[in-house]
C-alpha cells in the first residue's frame, strides 16, 4: 500500500505525481505522510525502499566481496575457461585478449592483462576500430592473430553472438574464451570456453545475469587464481592481489550502466576504495587530467572518468583506454590521459551537432513507443550518447542510426520495462536486421537503410505494451521531505551512506519547501540556477541542469518572490563553494499554493 503523496504533489509542473520510493507506513522508519523520516532510520530506509529485505541489512550498508561473491564455478564454462587460461600460463603461451572498445571492453582488457603479467605472462591485446571494424571479432582479425603466432585469444565483452568469427578461428587452430555479458540466442558460436551469465542454458548463475563483463572477468580472474594454487604455481612465487584490481571493475560496471545490486554493489563500493589510493597509476592520471582533486565517487565514474576512456574508442583510437590502464610508466600514463581529455572535448562538439539534429527529427516519429532517429553524416562514435539523450527527453526507448550510403550503424538505450536488447534479437532473427545485439537497457544493430521503417514499426509493436506501462507508472520517487534549511552537508552525508548509487539503485531524492524564488538565472549551456528560501530566510542554492527551455527552467525564472514553490531533487555538496554547503540538483518543482 503507498502513502499519500509526499507535500500533496499529485500533479508537478512537469505534469507527474510524486510518490514515496518504498512502502509507508511500516516498522523500519519509512516514510509516512509529510512527517518526513527519523534520522537514525535513514540508511535502512533507503536500502529497503531499493528492494533490500530485513535480514539483508546488514550485508547491503557495507557491501563487501565475501558477502556477495559467489563460487565462480556455478557459471557454464567458468572451470574450462580457467584451466585453459592456466595451461597458457604454465606454458608461456602467446595470448591476446580481445576487447571491445567501449570503457567495459577497455577495463575488461585491462584487468586481465594485468592479472596475467602478475601471473608472469605478458598477454597482447587487440581492440577493434570502430568506424573500420565494428563491434566484436571479425574473421579476418582472428585469422590473422593466430597467423602471428597467437594459440589462445580471450574475447571480453563480445564474442556472444560471433558465430562466423569464432568458427573460422577454430578452422585456424585458434583456441578461444569468450567473456561477455550480451544476450545469447538459443544456439552458442563455437568456443573453446564461453562464459556468460545470461545464456540461455545459464543455471544459478543466471542470477548474475546484471554483471558488466568486466565483473564476468573479475570471477574470471579469481576462477583462474584458484586453479593455478590448486596446481601448486604459488609455491614459490607469490599470489597475485586480484582485489587491488577492483578499481578497473568499479569504473566498468558503472559506466556500462550495469545495475548496482548484489555484486556489483561490492564492486563499486570496494572499487572507489581502491581508487582513492591511486594504485593504478593510469586512472591516477585520468583522474588529474579530469580535475577531480577528491576521491572520486560513482558519479565521477559514470560522468568524468568513463567518458574520457570512451572518448579513445568513440573519436580517437580505440586502444588508448586499455594503454592507459595497464601502463607502468608515469609519463606515458599522463601523455595518454592528456589526449583522451582532448578527445573528450572533440566528442562533446560533434555530439551536440548529432544531438541537436536528432532532437529535431524526434518530432516525426509520430507515437511510436520507440524513437528510431536515423540522419546522414552523423559520427557512429556518438550515436549511443545521443540516443541516451533522446530516451531522456522521449521517455522512451531510442536509437540512433548514423547512415552511410545505403547502411547503417545504429546504438539503442532503452527504460527500465522494456527489453530492447531481447527486442533487436527479435527483429534480427526476422530479417531485418543485418546485425544486431545488446542486453535489456542497450543495443547496436546494423541495418538496411530501406528497411528502417519496418523496423521501426516491428519494435513498435513488439515493445508499446511494454513501454505504455512504464510510461503510465512514471511518478517522481521521492525518498525524504526537508524544510528549505535542512539542505545541508549532514543530509548529503547521511544519505551517501546507503550507497554507491547508479543503475537499479537510484540515488535518493529529497523534496524541500515550501520555498519563494530570490534570484533566477541562466547559466553555462542552458542550466538554470537559483537561489530559493524558506521562511527562516535563510538561502539554499538549487541547479536545473539544461532546463532553461523546459516548463521547470522556465517555471523557476517567472516564479518571482511571491509563489511559493516545492523543490525535488538530489542534495549535493557544492564543491565549488569557499565553505562546506549543500545545494539541491533539481528534477522537478510543483507549486505549493
Not at 530506509?45 to 565462480?72: K, N, V
Not at 555484486?263 to 593504478?280: D, E, I, S, T
Not at 511510436?368 to 540522419?375: E, H, K, M, N, T
Not at 554547503?581 to 505549493?592: I, K, Q, T, V, Y
Amino acid at each position: 500500500m503507498s502513502a499519500a503523496a509526499p507535500c500533496g504533489v499529485t500533479r508537478s509542473i512537469l505534469g507527474q505525481p510524486w510518490r514515496w520510493r518504498g512502502l509507508a507506513n511500516d516498522d523500519s522508519g519509512a516514510l509516512e505522510g509529510d512527517r518526513g523520516f527519523r534520522p537514525d532510520s535513514l540508511v535502512d530506509q533507503l536500502l529497503m525502499a531499493r528492494g533490500c529485505t530485513r535480514d539483508a541489512l546488514e550485508s547491503h550498508r557495507t557491501p563487501t566481496i565475501r558477502a556477495f561473491m559467489p563460487d565462480p564455478s556455478i557459471f557454464r564454462d567458468m572451470d574450462k575457461a580457467a584451466e585453459r587460461l592456466a595451461h597458457a600460463v604454465e606454458h608461456q603461451e602467446p595470448v591476446t585478449i580481445f576487447g571491445d572498445y567501449d570503457v567495459d571492453g577497455a577495463t575488461s582488457a585491462a584487468l586481465l592483462v594485468r592479472l596475467l603479467r602478475d601471473l608472469g605472462l605478458r598477454a597482447g591485446t587487440y581492440i577493434p576500430d570502430r568506424l573500420l571494424e565494428g563491434y566484436g571479432p571479425s574473421a579476418d582479425a582472428l585469422v590473422r592473430l593466430a597467423e602471428a603466432g597467437a594459440s589462445l585469444v580471450v574475447t571480453v565483452d563480445c564474442g556472444a553472438m560471433a558465430y562466423e568469427a569464432l568458427q573460422a578461428a577454430k578452422d585456424a587452430g585458434l583456441d578461444v574464451v569468450v567473456v561477455d555479458h550480451h544476450k545469447c540466442a538459443t544456439s552458442l558460436p563455437v568456443a573453446h570456453a564461453l562464459v556468460n551469465p545470461n545464456r540461455l542454458d545459464e543455471g544459478e548463475g543466471a542470477a548474475h545475469g546484471h554483471l558488466a563483463a568486466v565483473g564476468v572477468a573479475f570471477l574470471l580472474g579469481a576462477a583462474l587464481i584458484r586453479t593455478l594454487r590448486a596446481r601448486g604455481w604459488f609455491a614459490s612465487r607469490p599470489e597475485p592481489k586480484l582485489l587491488e584490481l577492483l578499481d578497473i571493475v568499479a569504473l566498468g560496471t558503472v559506466a556500462d550502466v550495469a545495475q548496482l545490486k548484489g555484486l556489483n554493489r561490492a564492486f563499486v563500493a570496494q572499487g572507489l576504495k581502491v581508487m582513492a589510493g591511486r594504485r593504478n597509476i593510469g586512472l591516477a592520471a585520468l583522474i588529474e587530467a579530469a580535475r577531480l582533486t577528491r576521491n572520486p565517487t560513482c558519479t565521477d565514474l559514470g560522468f568524468a572518468l568513463g567518458p574520457r576512456i570512451n572518448a579513445g574508442g568513440r573519436v580517437g583510437r580505440a586502444d588508448l583506454g586499455v594503454r592507459l590502464l595497464t601502463t607502468q610508466d608515469e609519463g606515458e600514463a599522463r601523455a595518454i590521459a592528456a589526449e583522451l581529455n582532448l578527445l573528450n572535448e572533440e566528442r562533446r562538439a560533434i555530439e551536440q551537432v548529432v544531438r541537436e539534429e536528432a532532437e529535431a527529427l524526434l518530432a516525426t516519429q509520430h507515437n511510436r513507443s520507440v524513437a528510431v532517429i536515423a540522419g546522414h553524416g552523423w559520427h557512429p562514435g556518438v550515436i549511443g550518447i545521443v540516443a541516451s539523450r533522446i530516451k531522456e527527453r522521449a521517455g522512451k526507448p531510442a536509437i540512433v542510426v548514423a547512415l552511410d550510403g545505403e547502411t547503417g550503424k545504429g546504438s539503442g538505450r532503452s527504460i527500465s520495462g522494456a527489453d530492447l536488447g531481447a527486442a533487436v534479437l527479435a527483429a534480427k532473427d526476422s530479417g531485418l536486421l543485418m546485425a544486431g545485439g545488446g542486453h535489456a537497457m542497450a543495443c547496436g544493430i546494423t541495418i538496411d537503410a530501406g528497411k528502417l521503417d519496418a523496423f521501426a514499426e516491428f519494435l513498435d509493436e513488439r515493445l508499446a505494451s511494454d513501454v505504455a506501462i512504464a510510461s503510465d507508472a512514471r511518478a517522481l520517487l521521492v525518498d525524504a521531505v526537508v524544510g528549505p534549511g535542512g539542505v545541508t552537508p549532514a543530509l548529503v552525508e547521511a544519505l551517501e551512506a546507503g550507497g554507491p548509487y547508479g543503475a537499479g539503485w537510484p540515488g535518493p531524492r529529497v523534496a524541500a519547501g515550501r520555498v519563494r524564488v530570490v534570484k533566477a538565472d541562466i547559466v553555462g549551456n542552458g542550466h538554470v540556477r537559483t537561489i530559493v528560501s524558506g521562511d527562516d530566510g535563510k538561502p539554499v542554492k538549487a541547479m536545473a541542469f539544461g532546463s532553461a527551455d523546459t516548463p521547470l527552467g522556465q517555471a523557476l525564472l517567472a516564479a518571482g518572490s511571491t509563489r511559493k514553490l516545492w523543490l525535488a531533487g538530489r542534495a549535493r555538496i557544492d564543491d565549488w563553494a569557499s565553505r562546506p554547503s549543500a545545494e539541491l540538483h533539481l528534477d522537478d518543482a510543483a507549486w505549493a499554493d
